[in-house]
């Protein structure tokens, strides 16, 4: 990979980029988003909480982030977590505590901004109670109404930050006396709220809140900071910057497949928003597509396969969550998904991840349109789960290779098939594929330059 932060032709200034997932998450965008970072000197989360799980592999350790941008793994870079995001103090602090241990450095390096809205214990409660309830009704998860959440209390902190009034936000944790001054209008409300939805959970005491979480704000005291400014005089001072999307395109709130959703706008469409930065400064997005499909918790999914070809992607792949190690529900590529997320994201190149997991088919399948139920064929992506109901899928069927990818550097050690496949994704998604993972290593990434859809 090379070292060289990409420029303006024009101007000579530095071209900022975004990472996204193009599917429904854990495509490996911490891996790309570790290897880009050499490039950039400030690396950005906008969106999404401590939901994201971000493995990255560095020689023989293996690092699982939340919430604290991959780049601390790096020396030398700012690790943002912007306004966007939400934040669970407490996770935040055992993540810097872990890293520390392990000899990662954080101290400057990392900035939380005083605007990031806090998740609090009581909304990973009334997350827990709301998705019981709804699978008590329906009878089972994901059914109707339940999400099938992480449970980490991302939707009704975000909902919160809607309302305002209920509201607590980073800055918020470095003032003790305005802090329980919140937490006394906010708890009697919230107790009443949590007994609503049928949890049993202890009384909420504004005192104990306050004091727990005041303590919390006082050991991030010297991360808190105005992150606006601070990215605008590093963007001033010619510094560039990668940001970095937590969740996926297909998981945002206004453009997933709703509801099935995160609560936040986790496309690139959330990157102004969610860190203060135009959209327009934003020279280049790469859009990271794992070479087959996942999702986890409901909603609808047309390539899904629940035989044991879904069940030997989910065991190659190592397709359990990062987060709440749930088995993920595993399926073929879908390319009118990808080629939807490519256009709401604005992608300008693909980083295909875990092209080593399909080794060992005969045939792969990959989706290029979508049969609705009265036998139509539509090749849009219809972000509306109730809209999506009896879709299945039309696929092309490529021959698959045998060999093992692992040690593939370059894109002319991958079998035929492998380039095919990836010519395959550019010609009918129209951008190119320009780098490839076959592994979880550093090194089993590979920069590719010249288009797969040439060599088909
Ligand atoms: P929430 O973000 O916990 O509210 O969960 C909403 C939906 O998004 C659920 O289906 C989650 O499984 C899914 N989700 C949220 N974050 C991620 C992620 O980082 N990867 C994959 N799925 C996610």
């Given at each position: 990979m090379s070292q060289i932060t990409p420029t303006s032709k024009r101007s000579g200034t530095p071209v900022h980029a975004a990472v996204v997932g193009l599917q429904w998450g854990?495509?490996?965008?911490?891996?790309?988003?570790?290897?880009?970072?050499?490039?950039?000197?400030?690396?950005?989360?906008?969106?999404?909480?401590?939901?994201?799980?971000?493995?990255?592999?560095?020689?023989?350790?293996?690092?699982?982030?939340?919430?604290?941008?991959?780049?601390?793994?790096?020396?030398?870079?700012?690790?943002?977590?912007?306004?966007?995001?939400?934040?669970?103090?407490?996770?935040?602090?055992?993540?810097?505590?872990?890293?520390?241990?392990r000899g990662v450095e954080v101290g400057a390096n990392l900035r939380i901004s005083d605007r990031a809205h806090v998740v609090m214990p009581y909304h990973k409660d009334q997350d827990a109670a709301l998705e019981e309830l709804l699978e008590k009704r329906s009878g089972k998860a994901g059914a109707s109404g339940s999400i099938g959440t992480t449970r980490r209390g991302i939707g009704p902190a975000y909902s919160d930050k809607v309302r305002r009034s209920t509201a607590l936000r980073m800055g918020d944790l470095l003032d003790h006396a305005l802090l329980l001054r919140k937490l006394d209008a906010i708890c009697g409300l919230r107790m009443a709220e949590l007994e609503a939805l049928g949890a049993t959970v202890k009384p909420l005491v504004p005192k104990e809140l306050a004091d727990r979480f005041a303590a919390a704000g006082e050991r991030l005291r010297p991360h808190i900071d105005d992150t606006v400014y601070l990215l605008h005089d590093q963007i001033r001072a010619g510094r560039s910057v990668l940001f970095e999307g937590a969740n996926a395109c297909l998981l945002d709130i206004d453009h997933g497949t709703f509801p099935y959703v995160t609560s936040s706008n986790c496309s690139t469409l959330g990157i102004?928003?969610?860190?203060?930065?135009?959209?327009?400064?934003?020279?280049?997005?790469?859009?990271?597509?794992?070479?087959?499909?996942?999702?986890?918790?409901?909603?609808?999914?047309?390539?899904?396969?629940?035989?044991?070809?879904?069940?030997?992607?989910?065991?190659?792949?190592?397709?359990?969550?990062?987060?709440?190690?749930?088995?993920?529900?595993?399926?073929?590529?879908?390319l009118v998904a990808v080629k939807y997320s490519v256009m709401v994201c604005g992608a300008d190149a693909i980083a295909c991840t875990l092209l080593d997991v399909l080794s060992g088919f005969d045939e792969l399948k990959i989706c290029t349109g979508y049969r609705r139920a009265?036998?139509?064929?539509?090749?849009?992506?219809?972000?509306?789960?109730?809209?999506?109901?009896?879709?299945?899928?039309?696929?092309?069927?490529?021959?698959?290779?045998?060999?093992?990818?692992?040690?593939?550097?370059?894109?002319?050690?991958?079998?035929?098939?492998?380039?095919?496949?990836?010519?395959?994704?550019?010609?009918?998604?129209?951008?190119?594929?320009?780098?490839?993972?076959?592994?979880?290593?550093?090194?089993?990434?590979?920069?590719?330059?010249?288009?797969?859809?040439?060599?088909?």
């Open positions: 854990d495509e490996g965008k911490g891996k790309i988003v570790d290897l880009l970072t050499s490039r950039y000197d400030c690396i950005v989360r906008y969106n999404g909480g401590a939901n994201a799980g971000h493995t990255v592999q560095v020689g023989k350790e293996r690092y699982a982030l939340h919430l604290i941008p991959s780049g601390i793994l790096s020396s030398g870079k700012i690790n943002i977590v912007g306004n966007g995001v939400v934040v669970d103090p407490e996770k935040v602090l055992d993540e810097i505590d872990g890293l520390r241990a102004p928003a969610g860190s203060g930065v135009p959209g327009r400064m934003i020279g280049k997005v790469y859009g990271i597509m794992k070479a087959y499909s996942t999702r986890v918790g409901g909603g609808p999914f047309v390539t899904e396969l629940l035989d044991a070809t879904g069940e030997r992607i989910r065991q190659r792949g190592r397709e359990y969550g990062t987060t709440t190690g749930r088995p993920r529900r595993c399926g073929w590529l879908d009265d036998g139509t064929v539509t090749d849009r992506f219809i972000p509306d789960a109730e809209r999506m109901h009896g879709f299945t899928p039309v696929y092309e069927t490529l021959p698959g290779w045998q060999r093992e990818l692992g040690t593939c550097t370059d894109r002319d050690d991958l079998p035929v098939e492998a380039r095919r496949y990836l010519g395959f994704v550019e010609e009918f998604v129209g951008i190119p594929v320009e780098l490839v993972s076959v592994g979880p290593e550093r090194t089993q990434t590979f920069e590719s330059n010249e288009r797969f859809a040439a060599m088909r």
